[in-house]
T-cell receptor, first 113, second 114 residues
Framework: QKEVEQDPGPLSVPEGAIVSLNCTYSNSAFQYFMWYRQYSRKGPELLMYTYSSGNKEDGRFTAQVDKSSKYISLFIRDSQPSDSATYLCEFDLGGTSYGKLTFGQGTILTVHP | KAGVTQTPRYLIKTRGQQVTLSCSPISGHRSVSWYQQTPGQGLQFLFEYFSETQRNKGNFPGRFSGRQFSNSRSEMNVSTLELGDSALYLC?????????????FGQGTRLTVV
C-alpha cells in the first residue's frame, strides 16, 4: 500500500464550479498537512497548511483534515481559469524529519471559461 | 525578498556523464532540500542540508550527492547519468526555527539524459 494516494484526475470543470481534491494516507505519524499548487514549468507553491483535524478556510480555498479516517481534502469555490494547475497534497512528519516531505502524485485541474 | 534560485533551468547530458545543479535559498533560510519530480514517481525526496551538514536523505543511489556551503547555497551532483535520471530537479528552502517544513521551491532544473 502506498503511503499516500491522491485522486489522479485529471479534472476539467467549468468556471465557477466547486472543485474537490482528495488524498488518503496510511502513516498516522504525519503531523502537518499541506496543499501545494504547481503551474506548468514552475516549482510548487504552498497553498494551504494545517496540522489538526477540521477545516481551514482561506478565501476561496478550504482545507479539510480528518485524522481518524486518514484523508485530507482541498475545496475550491467559484473556480477560475487561473486555478488551472497541478495540485499536490503533502504530508510532513515534523520534528526531525528534516525536509523529508511526502507528496501525492498530483491532480491536474483545468478550469475552462 | 528574492525567491529560491536554481541554475541552470535546462540541461541536456549524455548517459555516463555527470552533472552539477545549483540552488540559492531565500536569504535567511539555512535548510535546503532537493527533490526529483517525474511523471511516474511524482515528487521524491533526495536529501536535506542544514549548516553544511546533511541531516536526512531519501532512497536514492549513491550516484546522487549534494553539499551545502557556508552561505547556505547548495549543489547536487549526479554521476554516471542514466536515462532514468531525466527529471525536474527541485530545490526548496525552509525558514529556521520551525517544527514543520514549510518549503519554498525554486523553478527547478529540467535535466534530460540522452
Amino acid at each position: 500500500q502506498k503511503e499516500v494516494e491522491q485522486d489522479p484526475g485529471p479534472l476539467s470543470v467549468p468556471e465557477g464550479a466547486i472543485v474537490s481534491l482528495n488524498c488518503t494516507y496510511s502513516n498516522s505519524a504525519f503531523q502537518y498537512f499541506m496543499w501545494y499548487r504547481q503551474y506548468s514549468r514552475k516549482g510548487p507553491e504552498l497553498l494551504m497548511y494545517t496540522y489538526s483535524s477540521g477545516n481551514k478556510e482561506d478565501g476561496r480555498f478550504t482545507a479539510q483534515v480528518d485524522k481518524s479516517s486518514k484523508y485530507i481534502s482541498l475545496f475550491i469555490r467559484d473556480s477560475q481559469p487561473s486555478d488551472s494547475a497541478t495540485y499536490l497534497c503533502e504530508f510532513d512528519l515534523g520534528g526531525t524529519s528534516y525536509g523529508k516531505l511526502t507528496f501525492g502524485q498530483g491532480t491536474i485541474l483545468t478550469v475552462h471559461p | 525578498k528574492a525567491g529560491v534560485t536554481q541554475t541552470p533551468r535546462y540541461l541536456i547530458k549524455t548517459r555516463g556523464q555527470q552533472v552539477t545543479l545549483s540552488c540559492s535559498p531565500i536569504s535567511g533560510h539555512r535548510s535546503v532540500s532537493w527533490y526529483q519530480q517525474t511523471p511516474g514517481q511524482g515528487l521524491q525526496f533526495l536529501f536535506e542540508y542544514f549548516s553544511e551538514t546533511q541531516r536526512n536523505k531519501g532512497n536514492f543511489p549513491g550516484r546522487f550527492s549534494g553539499r551545502q556551503f557556508s552561505n547556505s547555497r547548495s549543489e547536487m551532483n549526479v554521476s554516471t547519468l542514466e536515462l532514468g535520471d531525466s527529471a525536474l530537479y527541485l530545490c526548496a528552502s525552509s525558514p529556521p526555527g520551525r517544527d514543520d517544513t514549510e518549503a519554498f521551491f525554486g523553478q527547478g532544473t529540467r535535466l534530460t539524459v540522452v
